[in-house]
């Protein structure tokens, strides 16, 4: 099981970013996924998670509104489509995988996970 984060980089308060997944090695629809992340000093929360058809999600409270998780199976990919965004959202984002699973996990497959900076 192989998880690939891609998307991170630098971006303005009040700017959008969207976060791409690729998994290999397993067979997506069969797995419940979801975005952690960790900021300097602080503990890693999750973000947000959908379930392995996709029409299920939940959101932290402090990204719900503003942050929107997506599922493609026939790509294997997940998303996570951020807008107006903060500079307390700046974190490693972390793509996360498991046969079954939560907003706070635990989950067995982690990616190495994307940093995203929200700066001026």
């Known amino acids: 099981v192989q998880l690939v984060e891609s998307g991170g980089g630098l971006v303005q308060p009040g700017g959008s970013r969207r976060l791409s997944c690729t998994a290999s090695g397993f067979t997506l629809d069969d797995y419940f996924m979801g975005w952690f992340r960790q900021a300097p000093g602080k503990a890693r929360e999750g973000v947000s998670c959908i379930n392995s058809a996709g029409f299920s999600s939940m959101y932290a409270d402090s990204v719900k509104g503003r942050f929107t998780i997506a599922r493609n199976n026939a790509k294997t990919t997940l998303y996570l489509h951020m807008n107006s965004l903060k500079p307390e959202d700046t974190a490693v984002y972390y793509c996360?995988?498991?046969?079954?699973?939560?907003?706070?996990?635990?989950?067995?497959?982690w990616g190495q996970g994307t940093q995203v900076t929200v700066s001026s």
């Open positions: 996360v995988a498991d046969s079954a699973s939560g907003l706070r996990g635990p989950y067995r497959y």
